[in-house]
């Protein structure tokens, strides 16, 4: 395996490693997220097709538009307005880039130290789309658990 | 490069594209924020959504605004006039954005003229997309329902 190989693969797996560490760490504030939604009128459906949405688009863009635009329809305040429940869901989202710079961060230089401390060519030449990708993956971490919360805790409600 | 190779570079260009831009949208429609959902209303951002997904040319994108902007005039709303004066603009400026990206494929393909439009076309259905979002994200239906 060449080395550039070499730290392709330790790159990969230092994401890995912190986007599941993040995606723990996600648990908690997803619930909460996710017991405010249970005292709005938004059924299963509804919150899995935001899950859905984001595990098939490529984009992040893509996920806040569709939550603007359930915002936005929201007349009688009852669903994703309810309490501005889809604003914060909007700005968590979008806070998430911040996570997603510092993994990458983090990612390369554990990339250098495998270089022996020398910020390396290939340090430089990470995919620049790397921080936008990350960021959709910590989306759909974020998601993945806020409607796991959400069916669970529905559940619970009409039992 | 390979055409499989050729168009997953191509989709995450624009994805990147369009999560960068999303933020340029959302600044145009707060710019404009005063005109909405009265004067400009969500029926009108709706139509534009459909022209922009429905389109088979650049030009009838053009068209569509034109005929808006027009409109807007023989009625003497000048500020509304304006809106798709802007917007025109805006998403004729994404013409340069689609040379741009195209030229990064670095592919025989992108030299087409009819890549080069299908490519702005994507990039306007976009920037429209985000438009639409925040307008009604800030203008939620109920206001337009209340005025």
């Known amino acids: ?7 392709e693969v330790a790159l990969r797996v230092a994401l890995e490693r912190a986007i599941a560490r993040k995606s723990d760490e996600y648990d908690r504030r997803a619930r909460e997220y996710a017991a405010q939604l249970t005292r709005t009128k938004l059924d299963k459906t509804q919150v899995r097709g935001l899950e859905t949405l984001a595990i098939t688009t490529d984009k992040v863009s893509d996920i ?4 603007k635009l359930r915002v936005g329809r929201d007349s009688g ?13 909007v700005n968590e989202l979008e806070w998430l880039r911040e996570d997603a710079r510092k ?11 495998l270089r022996g401390g020398e910020h390396t060519a290939f340090a430089q030449t990470v995919d620049p789309d790397l921080e936008r990708q990350v960021h959709l993956r910590l989306c759909r971490e974020f998601l993945k658990h806020l409607t796991a919360h959400f069916e669970y805790l529905k559940a619970e409600r009409e039992r | 490069m390979s055409d499989l190779e050729y168009w997953l570079k191509r989709r995450q260009k624009i994805a990147a594209w369009s999560d960068r831009w999303q933020a340029e949208a959302a600044r145009f429609a707060d710019s404009h924020r005063d005109l909405l959902p009265k ?16 389109a088979r040319r650049y030009a009838d994108i053009e068209r569509f605004i034109r005929r808006q902007a027009e409109k807007a005039e023989r009625t003497g709303r000048l ?37 080069l439009d299908m490519l702005h076309r994507e990039l306007a259905r976009l920037y429209v997309q985000h438009l639409i979002a925040h307008s009604l994200y800030w203008t939620p239906v109920k206001e337009e329902s209340e005025q």
């Open chain 1, 1 to 7: 395996m060449s080395e550039q190989s070499v730290q």
């Open chain 2, 79 to 115: 500020d509304v006039q304006g809106y798709w004066n802007d917007l025109k603009d805006a998403l004729g400026k994404l013409h340069d954005e689609a040379q741009a990206l195209l030229k990064t494929l670095l592919s025989p393909r992108t030299s087409g003229r009819e890549d």
């Open chain 1, 64 to 67: 806040i538009d569709w939550l």
């Open chain 1, 77 to 89: 305040r009852e669903r994703w307005a309810k309490e501005g429940i889809g604003r914060d869901l």
């Open chain 1, 103 to 113: 993994i990458v961060e983090d990612a390369r230089k554990i990339v250098d130290e």
């Open chain 2, 39 to 54: 004067r400009i209303t969500n029926t009108q951002l709706y139509s534009l959504g459909n022209v922009v997904r429905s």
